[in-house]
């Protein structure tokens, strides 16, 4: 019995998007040296700057998620625990 694979299950189409996305990135990359920009701060006229910013922008956001993943965390039966003391695990 096969199963039919989505788009995103075949690993080749995995695989183009993924080069794809590896290409459109160096182009951008590559745009950083020519495209001139209207910079407000000093810091933005460095090359790589944007890039840069965006991947220490995402490790700040994991970093606090799992910060307030500590205490928002709670247990796997968190929820059936409070049905059980209703009485309404039964349905």
Same mark, same amino acid.
């Given at each position: 019995m096969s199963q039919s694979q989505d788009f995103f299950d075949k690993p080749e189409t995995v695989k183009w998007i993924l080069r794809g996305l590896y290409i459109l990135c160096a182009l951008l990359v590559i745009l950083d040296f020519v495209v001139h920009r209207h910079t407000e701060h000093p810091w933005e006229g460095m090359v790589g700057f944007y890039p840069i910013y965006g991947f220490v922008g995402c490790v700040v956001l994991v970093l606090v998620a799992k910060l307030m993943r500590r205490g928002l965390m709670r247990s796997e !039966?968190?929820?059936?625990?409070? !049905?059980?003391e209703v009485g309404r695990a039964d349905h």
């Open positions: !039966d968190y929820y059936q625990a409070g !049905d059980k």
